[in-house]
């Protein structure tokens, strides 16, 4: 993995209620992959439901982050425009990368299934073991088969579209990270664009539906853990596509 990353022009697509949200979800994807703010191009879906392609056609890649009050099983005055815009991406061969609602979003939009799965929901830290496609993928090189992930979901992708491939899964949900075969589109259901800080942070705003047990925030707040192999994923991802 290099250690910087090009001038690439990124069109990040949130679906974020919350304006300090939305500011936090940008900083860490700005963080996390090195780019220059001033390159990336913010639509919010909440804001510009009826996003059109001349909104993304000029950036090098897309990224689809979270929306923590919003399911990607239920359907939006934005779902049928950003499936026509997915879909339109990935005939036309644009780099792109969804993480957690993004991930979700993103197989359902090709044909795949999410399933709302409270039973096996996580919210904390947990442990990722990639598959052995995942082992010999480009984008994962010498990771180790587990490695620890920040995670936030009730919802899952249960069925992946045609031409997915599993690359990882955890111990409760199957499809933790998959890429589209012969595409330059990967997801994880984690949160690769956060920090354990900014994990606490992010939960601070959505306790009442992801961690209303105090007991339980305190215990994430005294005890963080680290991350370093999904830490490098975006940046690995960058390299990857900019290549």
Same mark, same amino acid.
């Given at each position: ?85 997915? #879909?339109?991406?990935?005939? @036309? +061969?644009? *780099?792109?990368? /969804? ?7 993103? !197989?359902?939009? $090709? ?64 499809? #933790?990270?998959?890429?589209? @075969? +012969?595409? *330059?589109?990967? /997801? ?7 920090? !354990?800080?900014? $994990? ?44």
């Amino acid at each position: 993995m290099s250690g910087s990353t090009p001038r690439v022009k990124v069109a990040l697509v949130q679906v974020r209620e919350k304006p300090e949200v939305a500011l936090h979800e940008q900083s860490c994807f700005v963080e996390r992959c090195g780019l220059d703010p001033d390159l990336m191009t913010v639509i919010n879906l909440v804001e510009t439901p009826k996003i059109r392609w001349e909104q993304v056609a000029d950036a090098d890649m897309v990224i689809l982050g979270g929306a923590a009050a919003h399911s990607a099983t239920e359907d939006y005055d934005f779902t049928a425009p950003m499936t026509e815009v997915t #879909q339109r991406l990935v005939d @036309a +061969g644009m *780099p792109m990368f /969804g993480s957690c609602w993004g991930h979700q979003f993103i !197989a359902r939009a $090709l044909g795949g299934e999410v399933i709302t799965d409270r039973a096996n929901e996580e919210v904390g830290t947990f442990g990722i073991h990639l598959t052995d496609a995942g082992l010999a993928d480009d984008l994962l090189t010498g990771f180790p088969e587990s490695f620890p992930a920040h995670m936030g979901h009730h919802d899952r992708v249960s069925r992946l579209p045609e031409g997915g491939v599993e690359l990882a899964r955890s111990q409760r949900c199957p499809n #933790q990270i998959y890429r589209l @075969a +012969g595409k *330059p589109v990967y /997801g994880t259901q984690f949160h690769a664009e956060m920090s !354990a800080q900014h $994990l606490i942070e992010r939960l601070s705003y959505y306790r009442d539906s992801y961690l209303p047990s105090d007991e339980e925030f305190e215990s994430l707040k005294r005890n963080p853990l680290p991350t370093p192999e999904a830490d490098t994923i975006l940046h690995r991802f960058l390299d990857l596509v900019m290549a």
